[in-house]
Each structure stands twice: as C-alpha cells, then as structure tokens.
C-alpha cells in the first residue's frame, strides 16, 4: 500500500460530534497507521477529538489570519494557499464541497444530501452560500465521490448530471452499543417508558406533522391510560414561529419534552431506555439516528424514504410522512405492543454497520485517484 499524504476538510472536528466528524474520526482512526493526514480548520479541534489528534501521523492545521475568524471565509479564501505548502497526494472534501482554486491534485468528495435543492431554508446562510456557489464545482472537479446512500447518490446524478462511474457508495456506521450499568445512565427525563426521536428541529425533519399525530393519539389515549410522554432531542434548528408556539404548549402540558445539549453518552443512555423510536423527515441522505436506534434493538417507526429502507429493511414500520392519521394509529399501535410486551424488536448484524467499512471504502477512493 502506497503511503499517501492526505488533506483534509476537518472543520467539523472543531465542534462536538456530528454525523460528518463521525465520518472524519471513523477514517482517521483506521487509515493513520497506513497514511499521513494533514486536518485543516480556522479554528480549534474540539476536546471529544483530542485522543485521534495525538496520533503522531495525524497534523492539525490550524487557519490564521484576518480570515480565519469565519470558517466558511477561510475555506474559501486561504485554505488553497495552504494546501500547496505540504506537498499533498490528495485533498479529501470531508463536507461534500471543495475550496475553489484547489491545487492540481486528485480530490475525494464525501457526499451527504441534496438539502440545497430540496430544502435550502434548513441550511444556515453561509453554507447554503457556498454549497449554490461550489457545489456544481466541486462534484466536476472532484476525482471519486463517494454517498452515503444509494439514494443521495442517485439523487446527485439525476440532479447534478454526475457520470454514475464517477461515485459509489459509502454506508454510515455504528459504534457498538456501549453496556452501562442504569446506575451509570443519565435519568430519564420522565418516570416510565416513553417515545424517542433524535435529530435538528428543523422543517424538513417534519416534528410539526409529528406533533400533530402524538397530540391525537395522547388526547384519545387519556381515556384509557395515562400515554407515552415524547422525547425530542437535537438542537434548535430552524422552524416557524407557529412551530415553536404549538411545542411551547406542548411541553406545558408535560408530555412533550426537549433536549437539546446532550452528550453522546446520554444519547445512547437514551435509545437503551426508551420504548420505541421515530424518526418522521421529509427528507434525508441517511439516517443515523435511524440506525443507532436499530443497533439497541429499538422498534422504530420512519417516513418512507429510499434511505430509510436500505437501512431498516423489513424491519421497520414505514409511513407517508404527511399522513398524520397514519402516524397516530402507529403510535397508539406501538404503545399498545408495549405495554402488553408484544412490540417486536428489531435486528441487525452490527458488522454489517461498522465505521471500519465506511473507512475502508475511503481508502480504496484515496488508492484510486492518486
């Protein structure tokens, strides 16, 4: 295997972790004994990452200058420059965008979702600024891409023109469940089982359809029995004022919750202790919470979306994600399951979902190009 200098588009790294630093994390941890990395940033790494960045082949490349207070700026401007100080074999796009006058070297793009077309009003400004002024570029320019899912793939050759040879497909992972004692967990939020979904509060995640079902199945379910209480965790992305004044009276009520600064051990303590899971986007690349969820054996209820069914298979009860009836009958039916212990569990081969695979169909994109 040739030793291979690599640059990277490490700018999520210099946050907590998120689906992309996953990503960037899962490759490092695999491929530094084989390769040299070279982390670009404006600012930062966070602390979660500072076990990966002690390894003696990985170099953070921090961005200085008048520029580098805005990481989107940078990336654009003064990272180019950088690029050519290191005598790089390849430049990996980490974020499915490449900085404009790349040096003349291969270039691997990692490629998430087509938000921009579909949904721009969930993206922050700048980047949906730069993903309209860079993506056409960075999908011509880069030598391999690679999706994380059959679906944003075809996605990105039927709306992007890109040659199919040109991509393949790299699945997201999972971390094997980690085993705590409860005495370990964070306390649920509530006493007693409950409904979970993990993901921004953003539209297209579509919580207000969400909101609307769990409101009919709770307002017809207090006439038999107290119901599941539903827990919301991600940050605030996003959303109407109508949609943050329906959650705020819902949370009054007591059995609408949301968390949004949870650490990925109280997530995972999360999945373990709830009942079941749903996840009810109008549209996504993946679905990582999706999985996560499976890895514990949660039964889970999901939109009908193509990348939601190459990860759950048969396993998993699909639903029109507009159809609010729908919904709120699954999750009466679900409750009831549960409560009877009659809700079917799911199963998976965790090998199948390592982040070692995900890592290694990268190494075969950087062997490719170089």
Same mark, same amino acid.
């Given at each position: 295997?040739?030793?291979?200098? #690599? ?15 996953? %990503? ?45 207070? /805005? ?25 499915? +965008? ?9 270039? %691997? ?5 087509? %938000? ?9 400004? #700048? ?33 992007? &023109? +890109? ?44 919580? &207000? ?21 539903? %827990?919301?965790? &991600? ?49 996504? &690349? ?55 212990? /009659? ?5 998976? /081969? ?21």
């Amino acid at each position: 295997m040739k030793h291979l200098r #690599i640059g990277v588009d490490a700018r999520p790294l210099s946050s907590r972790v998120s689906g992309v630093a996953r %990503v960037i994390a899962s490759v490092l941890r695999e491929l530094s004994d084989d390769h040299e990395f070279f982390l670009y940033s404006a600012q930062n790494p966070h602390a979660d990452y500072a076990e990966i960045l002690a390894h003696k082949k990985i170099h953070w490349m921090q961005g200085e200058g008048l520029l580098a207070w /805005k990481q989107g700026l940078w990336f654009n401007s003064a990272l180019p420059a950088s690029l050519g100080k290191e005598n790089l074999d390849l430049f990996w796009g980490s974020q499915q +965008v490449l900085p404009p006058f790349l040096p003349r070297i291969p270039a %691997v793009l990692t490629f998430y979702d087509l %938000v921009l077309l579909y949904f721009p009003g969930a993206m922050r400004r #700048i980047a949906r600024i730069q993903q309209r002024a860079f993506l056409n570029y960075s999908v011509k320019r880069a030598s391999r891409i690679l999706c994380i899912s059959d679906q944003s793939r075809l996605d990105m050759i039927r709306e992007l &023109g +890109v040659p199919e040879e040109k991509t393949a497909v790299s699945l997201l992972g999972v971390d094997p469940p980690a085993k705590r004692k409860k005495s370990e967990q964070r306390k649920p939020p509530v006493n007693g089982p409950f409904i979970l979904s993990v993901s921004t509060l953003e539209p297209r995640k579509n919580y &207000g359809m969400l909101l609307d079902a769990y409101g009919q199945y709770a307002s017809h379910a207090m006439a038999r029995a107290k119901p599941y209480p539903l %827990v919301l965790v &991600g940050r605030r992305g996003w959303e109407s004022a109508d949609f943050y004044e329906k959650l705020k009276g819902m949370e009054e009520t007591g059995l609408v919750h949301v968390l949004d600064s949870e650490s990925d051990e109280s997530i995972s303590d999360l999945y373990e202790q709830c009942a079941f899971f749903v996840l009810p986007s109008l549209y996504e &690349g993946f679905g990582l919470s999706l999985l996560e969820a499976m890895a514990r054996g949660k039964h889970c209820i999901a939109s009908d979306l193509g990348c939601f069914h190459e990860i759950g298979g048969s396993q998993i009860t699909y639903l029109g994600s507009k159809d609010v009836h729908a919904w709120r009958d699954a999750l009466a039916d679900a409750v009831s399951k549960h409560r009877s212990g /009659k809700l079917r569990p799911t199963k998976m /081969k965790l090998r199948d979902w390592s982040w070692r695979n995900t890592a290694l169909v990268h190494a075969d994109a950087f062997a490719a190009v170089v």
